[in-house]
């Protein structure tokens, strides 16, 4: 499911002989953007319209496994002020969690979705996607996406900053048109520069005016510069919205119709594109891929944690000793905890990464950890993901940050209280940082005590680690939990 700002889709495909087949499609225009004001508050009819959306699409996910299921949100969730309360009255509405995702991230998925609509021709593409709230430019080669970006700039909010009152001058137009060219300023230049062989457009907006430019005879195949030209025109002559009467033009694309073709025309021209293909293929079809690589053991997200870990230089020894020992404590409480094997995930993604800061600093490299964490594009991992691997790096050393906890979203909170204290114990008892291998140590949990037990003698042999387990009892206080060590 794509929740964007202007409608919200949901695609339902099945795999037969290795390739996805869509089984069924739902489309709701429920234009969340418009009802987010400048503050970031969400107007209440705007909110029962989207929750009232969102619990018919709860009717069909019934009975989908988990595992199966992606429900990603886009710009309006990232901008609105109370965003968790949202989220919470969606995830109640779908039985599924929601995944807020960056821009950047975005920009990825849709790419991913036009490229395998479209194929590996060899061809370089510039992609454009022109949502709600935002838009993507993406260049790519096969499958792979080269340059990234997402502007504050869509149809919905392109139409409220500039047809407020749903009227089309030449004035309100030429201020449109110098919006969408402050926002292409500063990355026009890469994309002029990039190369690129074919311009596809993704998105309905772009979907919408290729239908009108061939109802008018202006363009039967394709989206010209020319076209759009004559597109402005037609709205001028419309003069409001009231009037916009054009063929194929849907009476729900109406009222952000305007704002979309300003959009478009000003990335031809900021770009110096001259013709676009549209592409069926979107965010929604590239969130399907890559759940489907998920469930193949072809995460995205393994290889952004190692991008991350030879970006800051982490010491690949000391990350795969934490990482083994986390997981051995795993395993011995996983039942008791009730821990699946989405958690095991984020414990080692946390392990590999818990030391990122000190490329930083060494003071406080826990504290770097966390804001690199959290503020980094990471392919395939969501602002919740973010905050939870923050919130892991944090926490792994010294005092446990209430605050880094807080802003773990409630429905992760309890997973991430749990990994805290495995991964802690994991990095102390390699404080070290050498290969001497570590007695197999028995973790067993009761009620709120951790009890850990070493063979007898090595503690009295380790006297260091007994002093850090020591302070590691104090610490754990902060979670509720109480450690005892012989």
């Given at each position: 499911m794509d929740l964007g700002s202007n409608s919200f889709h949901m695609v339902v495909a099945?795999?037969?002989?290795?390739?996805?087949?869509?089984?069924?499609?739902?489309?709701?225009?429920?234009?969340?953007?418009?009802?987010?004001?400048?503050?970031?508050?969400?107007?209440?009819?705007?909110?029962?319209?989207?929750?009232?959306?969102?619990?018919?699409f709860g009717q069909r996910l019934r009975g989908l496994p988990r595992g199966c299921v992606r429900v990603v949100g886009t710009n309006t969730l990232r901008i609105m002020r109370d965003a968790q309360g949202f989220q919470g009255a969606a995830e109640a509405a779908l039985g599924h969690a929601?995944?807020?995702?960056?821009?950047?991230?975005?920009?990825?998925?849709?790419?991913?979705?036009?490229?395998?609509?479209?194929?590996?021709?060899?061809?370089?593409?510039?992609?454009?996607?022109?949502?709600?709230?935002?838009?993507?430019?993406?260049?790519?080669?096969?499958?792979?996406?080269?340059y990234m970006d997402s502007l504050e700039m869509g149809c919905v909010r392109l139409e409220r900053q500039s047809f407020p009152k749903g009227r089309y001058t030449q004035r309100t137009l030429d201020r449109a048109a110098l919006r969408v060219a402050q926002e292409l300023e500063p990355v026009a230049r890469r994309y002029h520069t990039a190369h690129w062989e074919q311009a596809v457009g993704a998105s309905g907006s772009v979907r919408a005016v290729q239908?009108?430019?061939?109802?008018?005879?202006?363009?039967?195949?394709?989206?010209?510069?020319?076209?759009?030209?004559?597109?402005?025109?037609?709205?001028?002559?419309?003069?409001?919205?009231?009037?916009?009467q054009l063929p194929g033009l849907d009476a729900d694309r109406r009222p952000v119709f305007a704002g979309g073709v300003m959009v478009l025309l000003g990335v031809f021209q900021g770009l110096g594109i001259q013709r676009m293909v549209a592409s069926d293929g979107a965010m929604r079809e590239g969130v399907l891929h890559d759940l489907l690589g998920r469930m193949a053991s072809r995460d995205v997200r393994d290889q952004a944690v190692a991008a991350m870990m030879a970006r800051y230089h982490v010491d690949t020894d000391q990350a795969r000793r934490v990482a083994e020992t986390a997981h051995h404590l795993f395993q011995q409480v996983r039942r008791s905890w009730s821990l699946d094997d989405e958690a095991a995930l984020w414990l080692r993604w946390a392990a590999e990464?818990?030391?990122?800061?000190?490329?930083?600093?060494?003071?406080?490299?826990?504290?770097?950890?966390?804001?690199?964490?959290?503020?980094?594009?990471?392919?395939?991992?969501?602002?919740?993901?973010?905050?939870?691997?923050?919130?892991?790096?944090?926490?792994?050393?010294?005092?446990?940050?209430?605050?880094a906890l807080d802003a773990v979203p409630d429905n992760r909170r309890l997973r991430v209280e749990r990994l805290t204290p495995l991964l802690r114990l994991a990095a102390v008892l390699h404080r070290s940082r050498l290969d001497?291998?570590?007695?197999?140590?028995?973790?067993?949990?009761?009620?709120?005590?951790?009890?850990?037990?070493?063979?007898?003698?090595?503690?009295?042999?380790?006297?260091?680690?007994?002093?850090?387990?020591?302070?590691?009892?104090?610490?754990?206080?902060?979670?509720?939990?109480?450690?005892?060590?012989?």
């Open positions: 099945r795999l037969q002989h290795g390739e996805l087949r869509v089984v069924d499609r739902i489309k709701t225009m429920v234009r969340l953007g418009e009802g987010v004001d400048a503050r970031g508050r969400l107007d209440p009819a705007v909110r029962e319209r989207a929750l009232e959306a969102l619990d018919r929601v995944e807020v995702v960056s821009g950047v991230e975005e920009a990825r998925l849709i790419y991913l979705g036009v490229a395998h609509s479209l194929g590996a021709d060899g061809q370089r593409r510039l992609v454009v996607d022109i949502g709600g709230g935002s838009t993507e430019l993406i260049v790519g080669e096969g499958m792979t996406p080269l239908t009108v430019l061939k109802g008018l005879d202006l363009s039967p195949d394709v989206i010209t510069l020319n076209g759009l030209l004559r597109l402005r025109e037609c709205l001028i002559r419309a003069g409001r919205v009231s009037n916009l990464t818990h030391e990122i800061g000190l490329d930083i600093a060494h003071g406080s490299y826990h504290r770097h950890g966390e804001y690199l964490a959290r503020h980094s594009d990471l392919s395939g991992f969501s602002s919740q993901d973010q905050t939870v691997l923050a919130a892991l790096i944090r926490c792994h050393r010294r005092k446990i940050s209430r605050k001497e291998p570590i007695p197999s140590a028995t973790l067993r949990v009761r009620d709120n005590r951790l009890d850990l037990q070493f063979p007898a003698g090595w503690l009295d042999a380790h006297p260091l680690t007994r002093a850090d387990l020591a302070e590691e009892s104090a610490a754990l206080k902060r979670l509720g939990l109480v450690l005892r060590v012989r």
